[in-house]
């Protein structure tokens, strides 16, 4: 029985991105039984991972799950601090954002359609902390606070989860108060301005009520520079606190109260210029000649100079937090557990989303404000031959948004041709004032039992049933530079009427209110096999879903430029998974091998579709017909002795549309005229579009891209670590000296939803090195991260309105510093 909760691994074991450069002392525990060695899972590297599922101590290796778990300690000597950076030790997590709010998490290619964040959809990937759902994928980027570990489940985890996922999992757990007294504290600073701070202390308020409270604090220097402003962007600036209270009056109760509160308040996210493609648009009006004719030339046509010269106000000012209560009481044969949490995320951006130095776009900005609610009960069951868990999960929220976006003084002249095109009042003020909300509920009953038929044969059926409701308003209202709202953009309004024409071109009038709910039953069943002592071969198969989406930034619109009511809602996606694994340790445990071979094929994948207006729609959701991702993954960690341990972890993914024949044209396709195309089913159109890149101002109205890969996926990918120390004594400090490598790899992907020639990333390796001096209580160390200074790009956006213009953000460049840390 596999439950999220109860993973608690330590540090070495299969799929398991190892600490192998946080050693605390140079002691190895010999492999024991796991009710032996349960209270000291925790100390040294090279032991048997404990795990506690199904209520009782059991190893990691004998759980059939693929799962990837990083200790704190880890976490804190590689510099990999959010979720964001955890894809540099997990190779089959992708992460990628843009900001905050538009951040996607995949694990194995699968989770969030890639591209603008719709409130409508679900997360494919949760992200737990402490048992509480985060429903806001802007978690991903607040830094991590007093974290113990951090698992990847990695696969669908419904039967065993509150909310059901259909990819995989993040699950956090945070260090918990203790009745022994003990604190840490640690301090790092860098270059780039860099000064990181956590401090944490725990101990007995009374023989039954304990406290914990942790602070981090993080802020660093931006790392492009904005010609305009005089100043450096993309910073980061982080603050968290975490207060928790541990009630535990005997051993079969325990209540623990928890309140945290994270703000981060940084100028960004802005992005620099990287290449131009040609699209079908008139040559005369594509990006190259468009800057020509205003005098415009970026400040730097090389993406790693750093510079930009966005005119617009840049903020990701964002805040998250809540309170939760959690109780484990141990109720006849069995423990229920209830987790009762309320949580927000108050969100208030400015963006530049002409992504130049024009005034095309002068403000863009969709604040929103988020409460979710949750309740989750668990019972847990176990017995020599029979273990079962059963659970109740109820979810509500609510999200508002108040969106604005208005057009500049240089917008007419970038946007229209002929005689408008030289009258800026046309365009400039043109403002779109959206005011949406959503509201979700859900829940479901689930469970999972477990029958050990022999002492190496085990059946685990699992089953979830669940129901969830949407509903959601959306309102875009349109007002010219004069005030004057736009009521209509229909053709009788628009007919002879050449500016109320080109501003409808840019901003339209719109009303949605979509709802929907759905009923579904999933399951999953797994048969394990341990061969030997020390391997387990394991297969699964799951059936799952994922829950009905809205859309939730305005609906497309027809061919004769009505609104599409028909798009409000985007059907489940329907998930088949298939796994098989196999977990092995040898040579006395020091090494471990793990094998996983998994597809899932995908019916009516939640697609994200962006047609690259300014604001008609800025991406609305779509099915596509159906996606798959397969591919096999590898871990392998060895405690040689001692003094040294390294771990390689690899994956290789192949994700792909199957069928998907209808999706946006990519940039080389987009921006021309549909003279001819007459649509005549979802698939098929008659009329000749113009080739890739002649600019023959002719478009598709859609494209077939079965076959080719999903966006953001890297085909191959690779992790790995190594640590060697020797005993040292050191102004009469008893410790080690040490030196530690950690890199990581990933091949080429794409960064469009669909597949372009324009925003293809090149892969890349990075490398990192740390040598320090730790001791009982003690560790300072020296780091350098991407120590060759590789130049990569961790993300391209394509520029609104079809120009051809390509924008990105290059990755850190190399970074350096130094940690002090001190515990008692």
Not at 188 to 195: A, F, P, T, Y
Request: glycine share 10%; hydrophobic share 35%; aromatic share 10%.
């Amino acid at each position: 029985m596999i439950a999220r909760y109860l993973l608690l691994a330590s540090v070495a074991g299969a799929s398991i991105i190892a600490s192998s450069a946080q050693a605390q002392d140079a002691s190895q525990t010999s492999p024991q039984s796991a009710a032996d060695s349960a209270e000291q899972a925790s100390s040294a590297r090279g032991e048997v991972i404990i795990v506690t599922a199904r209520r009782r101590a059991e190893t990691a290796q004998e759980v059939p799950l693929a799962i990837s778990v990083v200790r704190g300690d880890s976490i804190e000597a590689t510099g990999n601090f959010n979720v964001v950076k955890l894809q540099q030790l997990a190779p089959t997590l992708q992460v990628y954002t843009t900001n905050p709010r538009n951040t996607s998490v995949n694990i194995r290619g699968l989770g969030v359609p890639f591209g603008l964040t719709s409130d409508g959809f679900e997360q494919g990937v949760g992200i737990y902390v402490d048992d509480v759902y985060n429903s806001r994928v802007a978690a991903a980027t607040f830094d991590f606070l007093d974290v113990n570990q951090v698992e990847v489940l990695r696969g669908p985890q419904g039967t065993l989860y509150g909310k059901n996922t259909t990819a995989g999992a993040i699950n956090i757990t945070t260090n918990q108060p203790t009745f022994n007294f003990e604190g840490r504290a640690e301090l790092s600073v860098g270059n780039l301005g860099l000064k990181q701070a956590k401090a944490a202390v725990s101990g007995p308020l009374s023989d039954t009520i304990a406290a914990r409270i942790a602070i981090a604090s993080t802020s660093r220097r931006g790392t492009i520079y904005n010609v305009t402003s005089d100043r450096w962007i993309n910073e980061q600036d982080n603050l968290g606190i975490r207060g928790q209270l541990l009630f535990q009056p005997n051993d079969d109760f325990s209540l623990t109260l928890s309140g945290d509160y994270s703000r981060q308040n940084p100028e960004c996210c802005g992005t620099v210029f990287v290449r131009v493609g040609t699209t079908q648009r008139p040559l005369t009006r594509q990006y190259d000649a468009l800057a020509a004719a205003q005098g415009y030339v970026v400040p730097s046509r090389n993406p790693y100079d750093r510079l930009t010269d966005l005119d617009s106000e840049l903020n990701a000012g964002n805040k998250i937090g809540g309170v939760s209560a959690r109780i484990k009481w141990n109720v006849g044969p069995g423990t229920l557990t209830s987790v009762t949490a309320w949580r927000f995320w108050d969100w208030k951006p400015a963006n530049d989303r002409d992504f130049t130095g024009l005034p095309i776009v002068s403000l863009s900005q969709n604040p929103s404000q988020q409460d979710q609610y949750s309740q989750e009960f668990r019972y847990n069951y176990e017995s020599r031959k029979v273990d079962f868990v059963v659970g109740l999960f109820g979810f509500k929220q609510r999200i508002d948004t108040q969106g604005t976006e208005q057009q500049g003084a240089a917008a007419s002249k970038w946007n229209l041709t002929g005689a408008n095109a030289n009258n800026p009042s046309i365009l400039q003020g043109l403002t779109a004032t959206n005011t949406q909300w959503l509201k979700s509920e859900s829940a479901a009953l689930f469970g999972q039992l477990s029958w050990k038929v022999t002492d190496a044969l085990t059946i685990q059926p699992g089953a979830r049933l669940n129901y969830d409701k949407k509903s959601g308003f959306y309102q875009r209202v349109v007002t010219t530079g004069t005030g004057a709202v736009i009521t209509s953009c229909a053709p009788s309004a628009t007919a002879g009427n050449p500016v109320l024409t080109a501003q409808c071109g840019i901003y339209q009038p719109q009303v949605s209110a979509p709802s929907d709910s759905a009923w579904n039953f999933t399951y999953d069943f797994n048969v394990n096999y341990k061969i030997a002592p020390d391997i387990l071969a394991y297969a699964t198969y799951a059936k799952s879903f994922k829950t009905l989406g809205i859309n939730q930034n305005g609906l497309p619109l027809n061919s004769d430029n009505t609104v599409n009511y028909a798009a409000g809602t985007v059907k489940p996606e329907s998930v088949n998974h298939f796994e098989v694994g196999l977990k092995t340790q040898f040579w006395n445990r020091r090494a471990t091998f793990n094998l996983t071979a998994f597809r899932t094929e995908i019916k009516d994948f939640q697609a994200t579709v962006n047609g690259g207006q300014f604001g008609t729609t800025r991406g609305y959701l779509a099915n596509a017909d159906k996606v798959r991702s397969q591919g096999i993954e590898a871990d392998f960690k060895i405690v040689a002795s001692d003094r040294f341990t390294a771990y390689a972890n690899g994956a290789y993914t192949d994700a792909k549309y199957v069928k998907f024949c209808n999706a946006p044209p990519p940039p080389e396709l987009a921006g021309g005229s549909s003279t001819g195309i007459v649509v005549t089913d979802r698939c098929s159109y008659t009329g000749t579009p113009g080739p890739a890149a002649t600019a023959s101002q002719v478009s598709p109205p859609f494209v077939d891209i079965s076959g080719e890969r999903l966006p953001g996926v890297s085909k191959w990918a690779f992790s790995y670590g190594a640590e060697y120390n020797i005993p040292l004594t050191l102004l009469d400090k008893d410790g080690q000296l040490y030196v530690g490598v950690d890199g990581n790899y990933r091949s080429h992907w794409n960064s469009n939803a669909t597949p372009s020639i324009y925003t293809e990333v090149k892969g890349y390796a990075l490398t990192n090195f740390r040598a320090g001096f730790r001791g009982d209580g003690f560790d300072v160390f020296g780091w350098v991260r991407n120590a060759f200074d590789v130049n990569y790009i961790d993300n391209l956006q394509v520029a609104p309105g079809n120009t051809g213009l390509i924008a990105g953000t290059p990755g850190d460049p190399r970074t350096w510093g130094g940690t002090i840390k001190f515990s008692f």
